[in-house]
Each structure stands twice: as structure tokens, then as C-alpha cells.
């Protein structure tokens, strides 16, 4: 079903919106990622890692899952399809990864917050857990850069099943 211009307009600003906004969160993340394992004062870890708790929770999640939602609906209600263009195709499978990965990484957050919350780390304390965040939004940052640039450039290429649609619409019969 194709949306009207109004709401197509409404669902895009909705995707834009939400997808600029995870970038953004993801960025602010990191940051705080990196003054966690960086800083020498343990208030600064201490706070970074619990401000880190509170960002995933209250901006990554769910502006990464909105931008799932408003992508899917997106892709449905116009005429680029789900699965008619390898690109959109790509952003699809980019945004599942992403949300598979964030869900994969609450756990560890959530324990160096917990940790930070009960004691005062030191630089030296759970060092290799404290990689683990900078590396997955660095990461993170990078395959969300990708779905940015596929929806400005939008590189050609149909699907089979793209093609197939495209070539039944021109092969129906004139009346």
C-alpha cells in the first residue's frame, strides 16, 4: 500500500529523525567510552560508565529501534520496496546488525555500571572489559555511517525480485 505524499513526508522526517538521532547517541557513547577507560580519575570512570547505562537505555535503544520501525515502514508504503533494491536491502541488514550487536553489548554495560556503581575503578581495573564499549561504538559509528551514504547516493541494482516486479508492471497487457 502506497502512502500518501503527507505521510510519506511524516514516516520519512520520523526515519530521518531517528536515525540521525542513534548517530548522534552513539557518538555522545562513545565519548563517554572513551573518558571511561581513558581517565585517571575514577570519579570521571565512575560517571562515565553510569552516564554510558543511562544513554543506551534512554537514547540508543530506542532511537535504534524507532529507526528500524520507521525504516520498515518506509520501504513498505513506497515505491522503493523491502526487497527491490540491494540498497535498501543493505540498510536493512545493517540496521539488524546494529540492533543484534547493541543488544549483545547491554549485558556488559550494564555490569561496569553496576561495578562503578558499587566501587571506585581505578585505570587498571576490568581494562579489558572497558575496551569492549569503545570498540563496539567506533565500530558502530562506522556501519552507521554506510545506510547514510546508500540513502544519498542510492547505488543502482534491482533484485531478482526487484526486476521481476519491475518487469511485470511493463509486461502487462495494454487493453
Known amino acids: 500500500m502506497m502512502m500518501t505524499p503527507w505521510l510519506r513526508k511524516f514516516a520519512l522526517t520520523a526515519h530521518v529523525t531517528s536515525s540521525v538521532g542513534t548517530f548522534g547517541s552513539v557518538a555522545g557513547f562513545l565519548a563517554l567510552a572513551v573518558a571511561g577507560l581513558t581517565s ?29 520501525v520507521t525504516g520498515l515502514v518506509q520501504s513498505l508504503g513506497t515505491p522503493w520496496g523491502l ?14 546488525l546494529v540492533t543484534i550487536v547493541l543488544l549483545l553489548q ?38 552507521l555511517l554506510v545506510p547514510v551514504v546508500l540513502s ?12 521481476r516486479k519491475q518487469h511485470e508492471g511493463t509486461m502487462a497487457p495494454h487493453p
Not at 543506551?56 to 529501534?65: E, G, M, T
Not at 526487497?83 to 539488524?96: E, G, M
Not at 562503578?116 to 575496551?131: C, N, V, Y
Open 40 to 68: 585517571t580519575d575514577s570519579q570521571v570512570v565512575r560517571a562515565a560508565y553510569l552516564a554510558m547505562e543511562l544513554t543506551v537505555w534512554y537514547a540508543i535503544v530506542p532511537l535504534v529501534l524507532a529507526s528500524l
Open 83 to 96: 526487497f527491490r533494491h540491494y540498497w535498501v536491502v543493505a540498510k536493512l541488514l545493517l540496521n539488524v
Open 106 to 143: 547491554l549485558e556488559l554495560i550494564g555490569y561496569l555500571a553496576d561495578v562503578s556503581a558499587e566501587t571506585m575503578l581505578s585505570s587498571a581495573d576490568l581494562r579489558g572489559l572497558r575496551f569492549s564499549p569503545v570498540i563496539h561504538a567506533a565500530g558502530g559509528l562506522l556501519v
Open 152 to 163: 544519498l547516493y542510492k547505488p543502482r541494482g534491482l533484485t531478482p525480485y526487484g526486476w
